[in-house]
Every structure is written in C-alpha cells, then in structure tokens.
C-alpha cells in the first residue's frame, strides 16, 4: 500500500505502460459520491481559472501592442533586430570565423590567378600585333614617315592604309585575298 502511496504521489511524467495502466483504470467506481462531487468542482473552478487566465493575457497582449506601436515599434523593426543580433550571432561562432577566412583566402587567390591570366593575355596579343607589325614591315619596307614630321598628313603607311580601305569599300566586296585578310598593312 505503501508503495501505490508513493507511486500516486510522483510528480514524473507518465510513461509507456503507466499511461496503459492509466487508460484502463476504472477511476469512476474507486471513487465515493463526495469525491466524485469534489473533482467536478475543482474542474469548473480550473475551467474558470483558465478562461480568465486566458483574458488577462488576450488583455496584456493588447497592452503590449499599444506600448510598441507608440514606441514606433512594429512587427519588421523587430525582424530586423532579431536577424541582426541572429546574424551577428552567427558572425561570432568559429565555424564561421574560419569558413569566412577560408572564402577570403581562396577568393584573393582567384582575383590573383584571373589577374595572371590577364596579363598573360594581353602580353599574347601584344605580342601577335607586334608578330602582325614586323611581318607587315617586311612585306612593305618602305613605311617610313613622309617628310620627316607630321604635317597632319600622318604617315606614308597611314595614307596607304586609308587608301586601301577606301578602295576595298568602293568595290563593295569584291573578292578578297587570304594574305589582305590576315595582314592589313
């Protein structure tokens, strides 16, 4: 008897088969009439606890919304503080020191292999123009300057070029030769 007692008296809560046990008891005939008369009390008077508990708060929770609105206070001024003080949370843990470091330093390294790349490139071309130049002083030896200074004239090989083109557009794309395609002297 003892035992039932202190098993009655736990404040645990009920697991697996205590709540079997529970479910299968028939409480209604262990109990007297007074008893029975008691419990129905106590249950109108937590209904009523309850319902009023549920007022005041409906009551308090109105109280707060008119307390924030004169604050200035509204629902996405207070998403905005939250994800700030969540995001500057999440900027303090090391997992995201380091992953941040980590990104920074691969991203440096990126910036400083496309900036290689850059240069590569244009050291290529540089040097395909100035393959173009040579081939094309070759093939026309005589571009040197007219006159010795430029009189607005420009160059002998500037005023054979602008010849050139002005020619090939008055005979509006007649057939072209691989060698003019390649290299425009």
Not at 103 to 111: D, E, N, P, Y
Not at 170 to 177: C, D, E, I, L, Q
Request: proline content about 2%; charged content about 30%.
């Amino acid at each position: 008897m003892e035992a039932q007692a202190r098993g009655l008296l736990e404040t645990e809560p009920l697991q697996g088969r205590d709540e079997d046990t529970v479910a299968s008891a028939d409480f209604p005939s262990m109990l007297s009439e007074e008893e029975k008369e008691e419990l129905k009390a106590e249950l109108v008077q937590l209904e009523d606890e309850i319902t009023t508990l549920r007022q005041v708060l409906s009551a308090k929770e109105r109280r707060l919304v008119e307390i924030k609105q004169k604050l200035g206070m509204n629902l996405m001024n207070e998403l905005k503080q939250n994800f700030s003080r969540s995001w500057h949370d999440v900027q303090t843990t090391t997992a995201y020191k380091k992953t941040h470091e980590t990104l920074s330093h691969a991203g440096q390294k990126a910036t400083a292999a496309f900036s290689n790349v850059g240069t590569a490139i244009s050291k290529k071309f540089g040097d395909m123009r100035n393959n173009e130049i040579t081939a094309c002083a070759r093939l026309n030896p005589f571009q040197t300057k007219v006159g010795g200074t430029n009189h607005g004239g420009g160059s002998f090989e500037e005023v054979l070029s602008s010849t050139a083109q002005a020619s090939a557009q008055s005979s509006a794309g007649g057939p072209r030769r691989a060698e003019e395609e390649e290299l425009q002297c």
